[in-house]
């Protein structure tokens, strides 16, 4: 159960595009179409954004968009705005009823 | 209001052991698969343990033969019986919904502290 990679900062201007990557391997995000993201605000839990790898819950901007490729999946933020600064967290699940976070990616508006 | 609701953490020495519970609000425990999960501090959430619908339970190799889930379904409620705890189990403890493999809701969770 080895987590999955993510970049550990990310940055970008107001109103600009950013893509965090998350790369696992063929047991887990390779395997599965069960890729999700989350968003966790200072001393908040987190909130999911992204489920099922593209899609987005009621509620959530579709400022917000992923995808995957092989075992990597992505999140990209478009149009950022200063309260999507935050941490992003990828999870996927990772078969046997068992499940892999990956490390983080911190989000910094500029 | 459908919300998660965790108890349970606190300060205790290395080999104690600690009960988290976590009560449920407009979440039929009977039909739903719950899950723990625990982030260090200043570091990503880590999977803990799953307890599907049935009662069958699957946890991380971290915690195997020394954690325990189970659920009360009447009650709504399902517990995370921690034994011979580790100061690398230090953490945040959140209760956590799974629908359809993504978990879309969590609790505030419960900080357990484990030191001499």
């Known amino acids: 159960q080895s987590a999955l990679t993510q970049p550990p900062s990310a940055s970008g201007s107001p109103g600009q595009s950013v893509t965090i990557s998350c790369s696992g391997t063929s047991s887990d995000i390779g395997a599965y179409n069960y890729v999700s993201w989350y968003q966790q605000h200072p001393n908040k839990a987190p909130k999911l954004i992204i489920f099922h790898v593209t899609q987005r819950p009621s509620g959530v901007p579709d400022r917000f968009s992923a995808s995957k490729s092989g075992n990597t999946a992505s999140l990209t933020v478009s149009g950022l705005q200063a309260e999507d600064e935050a941490d992003f967290y990828c999870g996927s699940y990772a078969g046997n009823n068992e499940w892999v976070f990956g490390g983080g990616t911190k989000l910094t508006v500029l | 209001e459908v919300q998660l609701v965790e108890s349970g953490g606190a300060f205790v020495q290395p080999g104690g052991s600690l009960r988290l519970s976590c009560a449920a609000s407009d979440v039929i425990f009977s039909e739903t698969s719950m899950h723990w999960v625990r982030q260090a501090p200043g570091k990503g959430p880590v999977w803990v343990s799953r307890?599907?619908?049935?009662?069958?339970?699957t946890t991380s190799d971290s915690v195997r033969g020394r954690f325990t889930v189970s659920k009360d379904n009447a009650k709504n409620t399902q517990y995370l019986q921690m034994n011979s705890l580790r100061v690398d189990d230090t953490a945040i403890y959140y209760c956590v919904r799974d629908t359809y493999y993504a978990f879309d809701l969590w609790g505030q969770g419960t900080l357990v502290t484990v030191s001499s």
């Open positions: 307890i599907a619908p049935d009662g069958f339970v």
